[in-house]
Each structure stands twice: as structure tokens, then as C-alpha cells.
């Protein structure tokens, strides 16, 4: 079984800065550092949409036009940990977050989803 448990999410004013974490855990996972994985959100009416990716030891990062600049996408393998750190937030960023393993770099996810945590950006 995979576990993944998203956290850091909520509400904050344009311009502001919230930072996401990803804990994996279950026996699938028993080598988090074996996995590319990445960060994606879904705003309501809409389909998942990638937004960041790193690779397994964290020497490779990704991120699409809408995140360059803005978002930094970083991992400890020692605690089985994904990071997200947004900055200047956006309206548009309002989205439930998620993070996945990756089935191909840098955006197709293994279909293994967490909870996901909301994040509202107010204007």
C-alpha cells in the first residue's frame, strides 16, 4: 500500500508565500529515494495539472511556464519528504494540491494520489 500525506496548505493573500509538504510511507515506497516524483494541483471543474518535478536524488527539477520562477520543488530522501515552496501566489494557483510519484519524467504521475491540500489565493 502507498500513503501519501500532503500538508501545508491554506488560505492566502495574492502575492503571498505557503510551503507544501509531501510524506510517503507503505511498503511501495519502502525506496522513496528510487522515485521520481512531483507536484500536481486540480482546481474545481478542471483536470490534474502538473506543476513541478524532481528527480529521485534531487539533481533534476522541472517546472511548466505557470511555475517557473515562482515555485521551488526540493526532497529529503533521509525523511521521505517532498517539498513545495510557492512564492508570489496567484489567484489561479487556488487549486488542491498533490503530489505523485512519476510513471515518466517530468509530468506523467504512477496514478498513486494523497488527500491533497487546498490552497486559496485571495486577490
Known amino acids: 500500500q502507498v500513503l501519501l500525506v500532503e500538508s501545508g496548505g491554506g488560505l492566502v493573500q495574492a502575492g503571498g508565500s505557503l510551503r507544501l509538504s509531501c510524506a510517503a510511507s507503505g511498503r511501495t515506497f519502502s525506496s522513496f529515494s528510487s522515485y521520481h516524483m512531483g507536484w500536481f494541483r486540480q482546481a474545481p471543474g478542471k483536470e490534474h495539472e502538473f506543476v513541478a518535478a524532481i528527480s529521485w536524488n534531487g539533481g533534476d527539477t522541472y517546472y511548466p511556464d505557470s511555475a517557473k520562477g515562482r515555485f521551488t520543488i526540493s526532497r529529503d530522501n533521509a525523511k521521505n519528504t517532498m517539498y513545495l515552496q510557492m512564492n508570489s501566489l496567484k489567484p489561479d494557483d487556488t487549486a488542491v494540491y498533490y503530489c505523485?510519484?512519476?510513471?515518466?519524467?517530468?509530468?506523467?504521475?504512477?496514478?498513486?494520489w494523497g488527500q491533497g491540500t487546498q490552497v486559496t489565493v485571495s486577490s
Open positions: 505523485a510519484a512519476l510513471k515518466r519524467w517530468p509530468d506523467v504521475p504512477a496514478g498513486y
